[in-house]
């Protein structure tokens, strides 16, 4: 089963394999960075549980879980 | 390069138009700000509220207007923010297209930063770079080559640090050199498959008989179905034909047409950058550090609490004495002009209680949103609005709004103005939208004067001060209790915009320039009383004209005449005489009370509510109320004045005061089924209470609604919330009679 962003623990790395949605949403988290063959990290959970704060070329970038999903991950080291 | 643009399109005045584009949060605001000093203007993009802020910028003994754009990441035009770029860029809506764009870019974040300035390639528009934040950069440990980097981009490239105003002059040179001698980015070579998508679509839309597509617009279509590009085509199946045979080439080429654009322009940019941007050492940011405490799941959550609480204390307290002030120089400024026009009470009555009350009743309202820019402007330099989003984002999502609600509908509490400007900050329009019709269903502190009223006159000497107490906290909890399901189901099955995502970029801590926040606060406030106020002050007129109006004599000699009749059962003539001779005396102060009552009741607002009392009655309400809820429309604290006049108490009684409430606790219905009875009774005051919570009853909120959004939205929610009050109230009365 492929593993999506929002499946991982706090500390833990992995490379984005795709996005996995309707282009727009896509489009929209591509420009930020978070595009195929990049590592990302997650950096924390909001003390709600959510959103999520991932690392990605330097920079840090909340999003939501649900949208957190449609990003596949590969390669991941927790 | 120029030309043809000037051939389209005369250029206003003559003077060139220079745009400033970029990321949000680069610093562009600063820099025009830096570059125009306060000649600025500011308006509206034809039909949507994003600002537009234009300037005369004076270099080299030549003049031209700078334009500062709203920040956006890329073209992509989903957010309103971001359709305003599209349409200046692509010179659409009769927008006057720019002659140079100077791209203000993050040099911390260089990368990201020159995404955009690659997609706007695309459009040919001479171009020039100002890279900004150099200082920060440097405190990175990012060193970058200029002369390199312009000359891989092919437009001059400045370093600038706005806030300190650094690399000013070398960029208004620039921007004049460039005006003569334009050059233009590279565009980007794109993969066969996208560029056949292209052609399909172009030749596609020119089949339609739409209007035929540039390459750069052909591009936005394929990569963003929902672009400006594709609202004026009626055939929207055709258009989603073509993007599916195009979208289905690109994936056969193996790329994602979600993800291609970007990751196109970023391998680009990748080897553009090559040697260009040096990182020595590590990158030490600030903010990892200090995201450690600040989003902490304790620490944080309580920091969070502890500003939050801060800045609502400030609204409600620090704004207290300065509106007592603006009050008290109204009424002042009222005592004054009244002598001076006594000839012409008409006139009189006009310029003080229409108009002068009216200026004040827009004045009053600036403390708190001078106060709440200030603390918004701090949030947002330092950096701590994005946290403070990430914190509670969790608590909104679930109906529709997101973390950025939090301040504004905080801001409500104190009042819903300053709140619904604040929903600025929320750049998803869907939720923006939400926000701003939830704004008002918080409980402002207009409804305070209502609820200590009628809580202390009929809950606390019959239940105590502890069920009092219980009450009036209650009250505060009633628009929130109905306002987040009502945002769901709006959202759910209502608004049929598409909710954006939300994502937010952590942008690095920095120490706030006082220059920034007090241009902030100045273009706030100069808005809310040029625009706003205006409206304001004409229903203040208004409504003032129907209680006043038509002021028939022959209601004062009525009036004074069944006075005096009552007085003279009581009292010798001779007394009588000489207490209408001393102004001072009581039965002067209650005839005048007694002819303001009966005016009142003769006005226009007056009949309107004994008219449209049956519509009231189901919530047990008598015509009084009546008046006195319909008196209250334009601002929901006239109530106790409107209520003190109609009692004859005149009206300057306030919410503690004792003679309104001990002529509350006696009043009687006089007519009809329920003769004789208490017209106060729980069931009625509860419902009174309510219906205040949940009614628009604030022309102020009316017009900065349809200020925001438009006229259609602020009916909306005018009638909408007032359906809902009197809905409530009758709930509450009928309900409680069946017991
Ligand atoms: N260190 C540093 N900070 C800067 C510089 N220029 C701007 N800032 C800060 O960056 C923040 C954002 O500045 P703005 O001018 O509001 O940015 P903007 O590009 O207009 O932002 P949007 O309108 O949201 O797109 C402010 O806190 C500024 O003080 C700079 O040269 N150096
Ligand atoms: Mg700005």
């Known amino acids: ?78 | 390069m120029n030309a043809p643009t000037e051939a389209a399109e005369p250029k206003r005045q003559g003077r060139p138009l220079v745009a400033l584009v970029g990321n949000p949060n680069t610093g562009k605001s600063t820099l025009f700000n830096r570059l125009t000093g306060l000649r600025q203007h500011i308006a509206n993009y034809p039909g949507i509220t994003v600002e537009k802020k234009s300037g005369l910028l004076r270099a080299c003994g030549s003049e031209m207007d700078i334009l500062d754009l709203p920040g956006c990441y890329s073209l992509t035009a989903v957010s309103n923010d971001e359709r305003v770029v599209m349409d200046v860029l692509g010179g659409r809506r009769g927008l006057q297209k720019p002659d140079l764009l100077v791209f203000v870019l993050d040099a911390t974040n260089l990368k990201r930063n020159l995404l955009l300035v690659s997609q706007c390639a695309e459009l040919g528009i001479p171009a020039l770079i100002a890279l900004n934040q150099c200082d920060a950069a440097k405190r990175n440990g990012i060193r970058i080559d200029v002369d390199l980097l312009a000359k891989r981009l092919g437009v001059p490239v400045v370093e600038t640090i706005a806030t300190r105003g650094n690399g000013l002059e070398e960029l208004k040179r620039a921007i004049v050199t460039a005006l003569d001698a334009p050059s233009a980015l590279p565009k980007i070579h794109w993969p066969d498959c996208i560029t056949h998508g292209c052609g399909l679509l172009r030749a596609g839309f020119q089949g339609a008989g739409s209007s035929d597509l540039t390459q750069a617009e052909a591009l936005r279509v394929l990569f963003d179905s929902d672009s400006v590009f594709t609202c004026g085509v009626s055939d929207k199946a055709c258009v989603k034909k073509l993007l599916d045979t195009a979208h289905k080439e690109i994936r056969e080429s193996g790329l994602n047409p979600g993800s291609a654009e970007a990751v196109i322009h970023y391998r680009h940019l990748e080897t553009l950058l090559d040697g260009v941007v040096e990182a020595t050492g590590p990158i030490a940011r600030s903010h990892d550090s200090i995201d450690a405490l600040l989003l902490n799941r304790v620490w944080g959550t309580l920091i969070f609490l502890g500003v939050m609480y801060v800045v609502f204390q400030s609204l409600y307290s620090w704004a207290g004495p300065l509106m007592d002030l603006i009050d008290a120089g109204t009424s002042a400024t009222q005592d004054l002009t009244r002598p001076l026009l006594s000839a012409n009470p008409a006139l009189q009555s006009l310029v003080c209680d229409g108009i002068i009350a009216g200026v004040g009743g827009v004045l009053i309202f600036l403390p708190q949103i001078l106060i709440l820019f200030f603390f918004i402007a701090l949030l947002e330099d330092t950096g701590y609005m994005a946290r403070a989003a990430f914190l509670v984002d969790k608590l909104f999502s679930w109906c529709g709004l997101n973390g950025r609600s939090f301040v504004p509908l905080l801001s409500s509490y104190a009042c819903a103005i300053p709140g619904v400007m604040a929903t600025r900050t929320l750049s998803d329009p869907k939720a923006r939208l939400t926000t701003i019709l939830m704004a008002p269903f918080m409980s402002c502190s207009a409804r305070l004067p209502v609820y200590i009223l009628l809580i202390g006159t009929f809950i606390e000497p019959l239940y105590g001060p502890l069920v009092a107490g219980a009450v009036l906290f209650a009250m505060h909890f009633v628009g929130l209790a109905l306002a987040l399901p009502l945002a769901w189901v709006l959202n759910r099955f209502f608004l049929k915009i598409k909710a954006q995502p939300f994502i937010l970029e952590m942008p690095d801590y920095r120490v706030p320039t006082l220059r920034n926040i007090f241009h902030r606060i100045w273009e706030r406030g100069r808005e809310f009383v040029m625009r706003a106020g205006t409206v304001i002050l004409a229903f203040s007129i208004l409504i003032w004209s129907l209680l006043y109006f038509p002021r028939d004599p022959e209601v004062k000699e009525r009036a004074t005449q069944s006075l005096l009749a009552s007085a003279a059962l009581h009292y010798a003539p001779t007394d009588i005489q000489a207490a209408l001779e001393n102004p001072e005396s009581d039965l002067s102060a209650a005839l005048i009370h007694h002819i303001d009552s009966a005016y009142i009741e003769q006005s226009y607002l007056g009949r309107f509510g004994k008219a449209v009392q049956p519509v009231f009655d189901p919530a047990g309400f008598d015509w009084k109320i009546t008046v006195g809820v319909l008196s209250s429309f334009p601002a929901r604290e006239v109530i106790i004045a409107t209520m003190g006049i109609i009692y004859n108490l005149g009206a300057d009684v306030d919410e503690g005061s004792d003679d309104l409430r001990s002529v509350l606790q006696k009043e009687k219905w006089t007519s009809g089924p329920r003769e004789g009875q208490p017209v106060y009774t729980l069931p009625v005051v509860l419902g009174i209470m309510v219906f205040f919570a949940l009614c628009m009853q604030c022309g102020a909120t009316v017009a900065i609604i349809a200020r925001e959004l438009n006229w259609r939205w602020a009916a909306f929610s005018f009638f909408g919330m007032t359906a809902l009050a009197w809905l409530s109230a009758v709930l509450i009365y009928q309900v409680s009679s069946l017991f």
């Open chain 1, 1 to 78: 089963m492929k593993r999506t962003l929002d499946s991982l623990k706090v500390g833990s790395r992995a490379e984005i394999e795709d996005i996995a949605s309707d282009c727009e949403r896509a489009n929209r988290m591509a420009t930020l960075g978070l595009i195929p063959g990049r590592m990302v990290k997650v950096t924390r959970f909001a003390p709600l549980g959510d959103p999520i704060s991932v690392e990605v070329d330097g920079q840090e970038i909340s999003l939501r879980r649900a949208e957190a999903h449609i990003i596949q991950v590969k390669n991941i080291s927790e």
